[in-house]
């Protein structure tokens, strides 16, 4: 079910807790901005979500009020989780869903990767 992605942040949300450690994920990687993990219901060969560690719903709130840090250091995770996975030869697709007609199902941000087959148009056709 698609969410607003607009404040105020759920606490309870399923990436909240996944961070609380209060819900096992298959972690991929881990510094003091970012978290890594792979998607419960893979959408291709490699399917890895990155979420920032800060309290932030989607994009429009990441992207206006996390600090330069948080910012350099979410998208810096990104890349490298990419690169360690061995993306980077054949290429990845980096997406991000905010609100209702992106289709954000969990209001904490966060980035899908997607890697491991050729990805197809941007956006499906319809
Ligand atoms: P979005 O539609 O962009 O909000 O994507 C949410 C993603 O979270 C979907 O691809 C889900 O498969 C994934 N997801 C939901 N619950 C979990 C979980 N417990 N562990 C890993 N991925 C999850």
Request: hydrophobic share 45%.
């Amino acid at each position: 079910m698609p969410v607003s992605g607009l404040p105020p942040y759920d606490d309870a949300n399923i990436f909240a807790r996944i961070l609380r450690g209060e819900i096992p994920a298959k972690t991929v990687y881990e510094d003091e901005w970012a978290f890594a993990f792979h998607d419960i219901a893979p959408q291709a060969p490699t399917h890895v979500l990155v979420i920032p560690k800060g309290r932030y719903c989607s994009f429009a709130d990441f992207s206006a009020t996390a600090s330069a840090e948080e910012i350099a250091g979410l998208f810096r995770a990104v890349g490298k989780v990419a690169k360690d996975l061995g993306m980077e030869a054949d290429g990845y697709r980096m997406l991000a869903n905010m609100g209702q007609h992106g289709g954000q199902e969990v209001p904490h941000f966060h980035v899908h990767l997607f890697a491991g087959r050729p990805l197809g148009r941007m956006i499906p056709a319809g």
